[in-house]
């Protein structure tokens, strides 16, 4: 079955560029739309973006100015970029896959583990 | 943005009781709703999604019903695996989707 696996640097220090990846292994990264979502310690869940695997992407305006999430299909994987972190990113970081159904798509089938982040110098 | 209001916060239930979850929209959603559940240190699961279809291989005891703003996910009979965090989800307008604040199903 499909699976997604985050992976990354741990620790990000403040002002600099956190940057994550995800690996998706038993299907085709094609025809699909892959999210970021974080959670930060003890809260809920924030939908970061989205891509297509054509690379057309749309991102939550509270963070679209910081944010970018880039597609490579011949490696099978997708990757964030969140410039200018602070402590307020400090969060675990999951990538997931919406179906594509036209009744589901937007929701979350397949999620990675998920990946912590911490902010600090 | 569409804000998505969960209640109660926190639901205390015994084994076998049914526990009702509430989720309300800000604005019309139409059935453009998910429910996931989370239990401490593992990714949110989907449950349901279109509001009250289930998932591949979720249990029939979960439940979801609703539209517009007010929605509801039933757990007829809980389990001991049950107890978990669960979210409600707006996939109607986009950007931003966005998830409700959890309603925690703990132990009575």
């Known amino acids: 079955q499909v699976r997604l696996q985050e992976s990354g640097p741990g620790l990000v220090k403040p002002s600099e560029t956190l940057s994550l990846t995800c690996t998706v292994s038993g299907g085709s990264i094609s025809s699909f739309y892959w999210s970021w979502i974080r959670q930060p310690p003890g809260r809920g869940l924030e939908w970061i973006g989205y891509i297509y695997y054509s690379g057309s992407t749309d991102y939550n305006p509270s963070l679209k100015s910081r944010v970018t999430i880039s597609v490579d299909t011949s490696k099978n994987h997708f990757s964030l970029r969140l410039k200018s972190v602070t402590a307020a990113d400090t969060a675990v970081y999951y990538c997931?896959?919406?179906?594509?159904?036209?009744?589901?798509?937007?929701?979350?089938?397949?999620w990675g583990q998920g990946t912590m982040v911490t902010v600090s110098s | 943005e569409i804000v998505m209001t969960q209640s109660p916060a926190t639901l205390s239930v015994s084994p076998g009781e049914r526990a009702t979850l509430s989720c309300r929209a800000s604005q019309s959603i139409s059935s453009n709703l998910a429910w996931y559940q989370q239990k401490p240190g593992q990714a949110p699961r989907l449950l349901i999604y279109a509001a009250s279809t289930r998932a591949t291989d979720i249990p029939a005891r979960f439940s979801g019903s609703g539209s517009g703003t007010e929605f509801t996910l039933t757990i007829s009979s809980l389990q001991s695996e049950d107890f978990a965090v669960y979210y409600c989800q707006q996939y109607n307008n986009w950007p931003p989707w966005t998830f409700g604040q959890g309603t925690k199903v703990e132990f009575k």
């Open positions: 997931a896959r919406s179906p594509p159904g036209i009744t589901e798509w937007g929701s979350f089938d397949i």
